[in-house]
């Protein structure tokens, strides 16, 4: 199972995490800005109500953001477009410093300028940034249960467990071509070499090359290791490109059965030296995985791996929040240890979600403890995962979740007056594991989180209009079972929001079955496409599907490379 790089809304959020450095709170802007929206006449008929433009990729950490966002707006603005929708860290105000909320006040003023709403995208749920950044705690959590420490000198230490191994990770046992050991290497000799001369360590690596010897274009190297279920797992390789086309055709992974326990992208160059790709995953509750290498869809170049290594990570990333408990006892289970009375929190040194490892926690023993040097342990906790690029999702049954939510759609409200909002709703990979939403209904919890913003939202703005990324309200598209790491089905999921919320349904291409379904079931839609396309066919074919359907409120020309050149064009279709 493969999972994709989707051009999705999510990007929004975890663009601006990873941009963001705000260590300044803001304090002191209280009341610098008016009210976005000045009563500008709006066509309200026919199929293009909305006319709105999706302003992402800059996240106003430089003057020149708002300069170039502006000639966005200018243009916008010509070409008929009524609003323009912003991500740009617009769900941590608490966090913004002086300088971004100058530049605020000026995107906020080329939007008035150019007769265009300004609509705020705030907060996610699959891209958590916005609420990482305040708490990384509340990023969902998978469990690890009851893995062995010893303790020695007041310090708990865990045990790894040694049986999950690479026989020949270090690709140092061949005969010819033949690696031995794999489950299966494609091609020896044809297209998997042994290299004796270019190798990170020991004899030998494995180089891959040829690629158009293979029907697919793989070159891929298989091996089935035995896991513990329900630990955390780090998978290493060293791996040198050469001329490698494409550089996107490496992927390295695990499948527990069909399962990919750890959806990531490594992006490598087309040439380098040797470098280090790893990620963590979680056993869940498999006895073996697969772990595959090498290439998929190769044309060129070559590429070579070696020292390819699994390893029990123990207590990486830890979390600390009221559903992700660490639990401490005895090797029996009969004696349960309290956190404060016999060790203090088990916390890694440099915890860091995004970075999605960390250095093993300590269990320190705390004077006067009932843990002794000599004990075994079991102890048990949650750790969060990084997926693909840089996508972290966060809990939704976590209360601190809408007490953030709630100080933030307050700052934005009083600042930027909004009318309406797009809530980042979308790819929402994780879920179902952790104490507090383990026992959910995924598609309630995920109906009761848009109806709980939307709330709170009209606490503060009572006539506000919610829009919310459509696809994990849509059967046809994100709103099922099997969902990645989802432990729970989220089908059904639109029966749990509130019938008002418009679905900005995506993609590039038309789909005939999301916006019928969506029709069926009494939801007004924004059509949300373009996706970086080279012309305007695919929302021709959009424009003319929608034609007859009362519900679309309109469309949002949404580019996720900032690619604008095609804005007056989409425009102009819609006159
Ligand atoms: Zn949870």
């Known amino acids: 199972m493969f ?183 494609d091609d020896p000799g044809k297209v998997s070499f042994v290299d004796s001369e270019i190798k990170h360590s020991g004899r030998a690596s494995l180089r891959l090359q040829n690629f158009t010897e293979n029907p697919y274009g793989h070159g891929r190297v298989m091996e089935t290791v035995r896991v513990v279920p329900h630990r955390c797992y780090r998978v290493s390789l060293w791996v040198k490109p050469e001329n490698l086309q494409p550089a996107s055709a490496f992927r390295c992974f695990a499948l527990g059965g069909d399962r990919d326990l750890a959806p990531r992208e ?41 020292d390819w290594q699994v390893e029990d990570a123990g207590p990486v990333n830890v979390l600390h929040r009221p559903g992700t408990p660490v639990r401490v ?76 939510f709630e100080r933030e759609a307050q700052l934005l409200i009083e600042h930027l007056h909004p009318r309406r909002v797009l809530l980042g709703t979308d790819e929402i990979r994780m879920g179902g594991t952790c104490q507090a939403c383990g026992h959910r209904d995924m598609a309630e919890l995920l109906g009761e989180c848009v109806t709980k913003q939307e709330q709170i939202l009209r606490r503060y703005a009572p006539d506000l209009k919610v829009y919310v990324w459509s696809d994990m309200f849509d059967p046809h598209h994100n709103a099922h079972g099997d969902y990645y790491l989802v432990h729970g089905d989220f089908t059904g999921s639109w029966k749990y929001v509130p019938q008002d919320v418009v679905m900005a349904v995506w993609g590039g291409e038309p789909n005939p079955k999301s916006l019928q379904f969506f029709r069926d079931n009494g939801f007004s839609v924004l059509a949300s496409c373009y996706y970086d396309a080279d012309n305007l066919d695919a929302v021709k074919a959009w424009i003319e599907m929608t034609r007859p359907m009362k519900n679309v409120r309109g469309f949002m020309f949404t580019t996720w490379e900032r690619k604008y050149d095609l804005l007056p064009g989409f425009g102009k279709l819609l006159d």
């Open 3 to 185: 999972f994709p790089l989707l051009k999705s809304p999510g990007c929004a959020a975890h663009f601006a995490c990873r941009k963001a450095s705000w260590t300044v709170l803001w304090l002191i802007s209280v009341g610098l800005f008016f009210p976005l929206w000045v009563g500008y006449a709006q066509p309200e008929s026919g199929l293009t109500r909305d006319r709105f433009v999706w302003i992402f990729g800059w996240d106003l950490s430089r003057d020149q953001d708002v300069a170039e966002i502006s000639k966005v707006l200018e243009t916008a603005g010509r070409s008929g477009f009524n609003g323009a929708v912003i991500a740009c860290g617009l769900d941590t105000l608490s966090k913004r410093d002086h300088d971004f909320f100058r530049r605020l006040d000026r995107v906020q003023s080329a939007c008035q300028s150019n007769r265009l709403e300004l609509i705020p995208s705030f907060f996610s749920i699959g891209y958590g940034g916005g609420a990482l950044s305040i708490d990384p705690n509340l990023a969902e959590g998978l469990p690890v249960s009851e893995a062995p420490f010893v303790v020695e000198n007041a310090e708990g230490h865990f045990v790894s467990d040694a049986s999950a191994q690479l026989k020949n990770g270090g690709f140092e046992d061949f005969d010819g071509n033949r690696f031995r050991s794999f489950a299966f290497v």
């Open 266 to 306: 490594f992006h490598l160059p087309t040439t380098g030296d040797w470098q280090k790709v790893s990620f963590i995953f979680n056993s869940l509750t498999n006895t073996t995985v697969n772990l595959h290498t090498g290439i998929w869809g190769g044309k060129s170049g070559r590429l070579w791996l070696d």
């Open 329 to 404: 006892c005895s090797e029996n289970g009969a004696e349960k240890y309290v956190e404060g009375r016999d060790y203090a929190p088990l916390t890694s040194p440099d915890f860091n979600v995004w970075r999605g490892d960390s250095t093993p926690a300590v269990l320190k023993i705390l004077p006067g403890s009932r843990i002794h040097d000599g004990d075994h342990l079991r102890v048990s906790w949650y750790h969060p995962l990084l997926l693909n690029d840089s996508q972290v999702t966060v809990c939704m049954a976590e209360p601190e979740l809408y007490e953030i």
